[in-house]
């Protein structure tokens, strides 16, 4: 069984910063991608960043040249670095993790970490 714990979460004034992490019971390798999901309040979750396993990374628009996705193989951690953070930041963020077994992919979710941006 995967496990993902998220930490880092807390309140931030707008155009502060704050680093998530995402510390994975195995192998970040063993994954075919990491995910940074958020949702807030009313709204569908939604892809923020991923970083597959060649170290490709991809971001949403609203959140390009502001956040970063990096990981520490070591650690088995994915980390999601937040610059210059707007109200809109405010959201419930999950780490997700999708692995492949024969034909089969599996999604693991981390149980979220609440982020609010507010003076």
């Known amino acids: 069984q995967v496990q993902l714990v998220e930490s880092g979460g807390g309140l931030v004034p707008p155009g502060g910063s704050l680093r998530l992490s995402c510390a994975a019971s195995?192998?970040?390798?063993?994954?075919?991608?990491l995910d940074w999901y958020h949702q807030a309040p009313g709204k569908e979750r939604v892809l923020v960043a991923r970083?597959?396993?060649?170290?490709?990374?991809t971001y949403a628009g609203s959140v390009k040249g502001r956040f970063t996705i990096s990981r520490d193989a070591a650690k088995n951690t994915v980390y999601l670095q937040m610059n210059n953070m707007k109200s809109e930041d405010t959201a419930v963020y999950y780490c997700?993790?999708?692995?492949?077994?024969?034909?089969?992919?599996?999604?693991?979710w981390g149980q979220g970490t609440q982020v609010t941006v507010s003076s």
């Open positions: 970083l597959n396993r060649s170290g490709d990374t």
């Open positions: 195995r192998s970040i390798f063993d994954f075919n991608n």
């Open positions: 997700h993790a999708d692995q492949t077994w024969l034909t089969t992919v599996y999604d693991y």
